[in-house]
């Protein structure tokens, strides 16, 4: 994906900020420059894809918190 859908990607980081407000956890679909829309699920906007564009390529990304937290617990047991 290094060439490819590097505009789409851009569009992405571009707009992410703001999409967390109202769009958390939805799937964004982009072609190009073009948000064509947010879906509830990864099969709603693959089809959604697939049905205008086929086989070329476009781009879904979920949309998640900036920051990701993992919390690891250490202990032992008696």
């Not at 900020?17 to 799937?27: I, L, V």
């Not at 900036?66 to 008696?78: K, L, P, R, W």
Request: hydrophobic share 45%.
């Amino acid at each position: 994906m290094a060439e490819r859908l590097q505009v789409e990607s851009k569009v992405f980081e571009t707009h992410v900020g703001k999409w967390r407000s109202a769009h958390m956890g939805e799937f964004v679909l982009i072609k190009g420059e073009d948000v064509i829309g947010f879906y509830e699920s990864l099969d709603a906007a693959f089809d959604q894809g697939s049905q205008r564009y086929g086989m070329a390529d476009f781009f879904i990304e979920q949309i998640l918190p900036a920051e990701t937290v993992n919390i690891s617990f250490v202990g032992q047991v008696a």
